[in-house]
């Protein structure tokens, strides 16, 4: 499971590069991630000096963008997402530069690119507005400038569809509401100060989250009274509650006889098996007496297994915070605003959040974000068991503690260690399979990007290009144990959450979610009504989307809590591959995925399959009629 730390501020824009190109000469096609350049930039002061300095980032900022141009003009990106990065990043320097002719012509450039409409009608209409007011009273006059953005801004997305750009405008307004010259700065030195400090470098993904920050800071920071002023004059004025599609699709099985326990196994960040009394897999072999009294290789296994950080086998089931029962009420209130503002969701609690953000210190960053990432997966397990569980008396948990570094710079990614996690997978689904569990819920994913960046957070690697290919040595050992275990299990469905990233899960080559293997369903992340949300990953190996906007389960101690993210969406499609196999233990994992794929709608606009519980169910009613 990947945590978002950055993501938070700066977000890619999606789009196709098309022919924007054609007149060029034929150039090397790029279908993975793989097969991107990687770039490496010298870096002789602190970041935080480069962050500040004119005279160190005009030449820093030359030099990225004369190799983002280079690269457009050398390669046929496939990806979506990352050319739209690439723009994205472009348009930062353009804007910092002052160089408005070329900034405008981009953003119509992005707007044509853009695939998604939301995103593609609000494009560059900050930056649009800026250009406009600096052009009408001059750039010095700063309180005359503010007053012509808010006037321009203002006439620009009053003409927008409120149905289609509400989530979009609510972004938009709450990054706003966080973004400060500390804030960003303490996000750059908490997670790249100490690596520059031993390798006098940074890449390319680096370097682009800095020219990100840099020109918030010197270009949007400035306005961001009049942007949150004039978004929520807006908000104000057109927010209605989306009408909820899930009620009249659920299925509640509470009251329905006869049916046969499913064990669901929920592989995440650690569960509180006092908040299911009556919802455990128990393993009858083994008792508390911190010996292995079956002999399988786990002690105390009686709800399951765990791993700890280093991948040692533990019997501890819960993610371990000292204090945790104490500290989790106060506490709370931050963990709900951090889901809401991943997703983008307007709430007290991101709002109070987003406020304190705003006015942290550089200095307190680190320890704010890994105290709250301590709590954040303090809770992930037991309110994702909660959603798989609902309203199905015959789900049995069995709990897989996957434990995730907390830390801004985490454990080292080595090949050793890879060995060790490949290792974990293996036996992992061995057990399952020993123990007839029918659904894995797997609310994470492994990533090469993110094996870069951890390594590049240690320090690791002479250059760009060397960490790129230790990475995909390390992915490949966890990649392949993990494939081969799924394979060699086809009784067992296992669902597996698209990300939160906003890009394409094939080209990102996450697993198991790219797995092309029949017992792996990919879910991403829709809304209330039904609309993909702004976080979700997507791509053509995303089975179905679920809602994955502020559903409620339950949290350590008991007490419930909404969330939004994939998280969420995942276990709500295991919980309907659990109620299948609750009313008829006889279907095979073909026939579970059959029915739930079958009893999806399309979408609107024909690209997603929305999961509908109670189709499905009225499907299996027909096919065991059919089967008499």
Not at 102 to 121: F, G, S, V
Not at 323 to 349: C, H, N, T, W, Y
Not at 464 to 479: G, P
């Amino acid at each position: 499971m990947r945590t978002l730390l950055l993501a938070l501020c700066i977000v890619p824009f999606v789009s196709s590069i098309g022919n924007v190109y054609a007149q060029q000469p034929e150039k090397k096609k790029i279908a993975s991630i793989d097969d991107l350049p990687r770039h490496t930039y010298e870096v002789t002061n602190t970041l935080t000096e480069l962050m500040t300095s004119e005279e160190l980032f005009a030449p820093f900022g030359a030099q990225v963008r004369a190799d983002i141009e280079n690269d457009l003009k050398t390669y046929e990106i496939e990806n979506k997402s990352t050319v739209m990065a690439f723009h994205k990043t472009l348009l930062a320097l353009d804007m910092y530069e002052s160089n408005y002719d070329a900034a405008l012509t981009r953003i119509e450039q992005m707007r044509k690119l853009e695939d998604k409409q939301a995103r593609r009608l609000t494009l560059g209409l900050i930056e649009e507005s800026i250009i406009k007011a600096y052009r009408k009273v001059g750039e010095d006059n700063r309180d005359a400038c503010k007053q012509a953005f808010s006037r321009y801004l203002s006439e620009a997305i009053e003409k927008l569809p409120w149905d289609v750009v509400q989530e979009r405008i609510e972004e938009i307004k709450g990054k706003n509401e966080m973004y400060s010259t500390e804030l960003l700065l303490g996000l750059i030195q908490s997670q790249f100060e100490s690596a520059v400090k031993q390798t006098g470098h940074v890449s390319n993904e680096v370097a682009a989250q800095i020219i990100g920050f840099r020109y918030l800071i010197d270009v949007q920071v400035p306005f961001k009274e009049q942007i949150i002023n004039v978004f929520e004059k807006y908000i104000s004025a057109n927010r209605v509650e989306k009408p909820n599609i899930w009620v009249e699709r659920s299925v509640d099985l509470t009251k329905t006889k006869n049916l046969t326990p499913v064990i669901i196994a929920i592989w995440d960040t650690g569960i509180d098996t006092d908040v299911f009394p009556d919802q455990l897999f128990v393993n009858a072999r083994e008792r508390l007496s911190n010996k292995d009294d079956d002999n399988n290789g786990y002690v105390d296994d009686i709800h399951g297994i765990a791993y700890t950080l280093e991948v040692e086998k533990t019997s501890e089931l819960v993610y371990h915070i000292a204090d945790a029962e104490k500290r989790l009420p106060a506490l709370k209130e931050l963990i709900k605003g951090f889901f809401d503002i991943q997703a983008v969701v307007e709430s007290p609690e991101a709002t109070s959040l987003r406020q304190k953000l705003a006015v942290m210190r550089p200095e307190e960053v680190k320890t704010f974000f890994e105290d709250l990432m301590q709590f954040v997966l303090y809770i992930h397990g037991t309110h994702v068991a909660g959603i798989a569980t609902q309203g199905n008396p015959a789900a049995r948990i069995l709990v897989v503690r996957l434990t995730v570094d907390y830390r801004t710079i985490p454990i080292p990614p080595s090949v050793a260690r890879a060995e060790k996690i490949a290792t974990m997978f293996q036996e992992v689904v061995e057990y399952f399979k020993k123990q007839d569990v029918r659904v894995v819920n797997m609310s994470w994913e492994g990533a090469l990007r993110e094996t870069e960046a951890e390594l590049e957070a240690n320090g690791i690697g002479k250059d760009a290009e060397e960490r790129a290919q230790l990475a995909r040595e390390i992915i490949n050992i966890e990649r392949d144990a993990m494939y081969n275990a799924i394979k060699n299990a086809p009784q067992i469905l296992f669902v597996n959450s698209a990300g939160n990233e906003n890009d394409d899960s094939s080209f990102e080559d996450y697993y198991p979610t790219a797995f092309d293997v029949p017992n792996v369903l990919a879910v991403g992340a829709v809304d209330q009504a039904g609309d993909m949300t702004s976080f979700t990953s997507f791509g053509e190996c995303v089975d179905v989307y679920a809602n994955g906007f502020e559903v409620e389960s339950y949290i350590p101690g008991g007490e419930r809590m909404k969330g939004s993210g994939t998280s969420m969406s995942s276990p709500s499609v295991a919980n309907l591959a659990a109620k299948l196999l609750a009313l008829e233990p006889s279907l095979t994992t073909g026939e579970v995925v059959a029915l739930i794929k079958k009893g999806a709608d399309r979408s609107e606009d024909g690209r997603l399959l929305l999961i509908n519980p109670k189709r499905s169910v009225e499907l299996l009613e027909n096919f065991l009629k059919n089967k008499k």
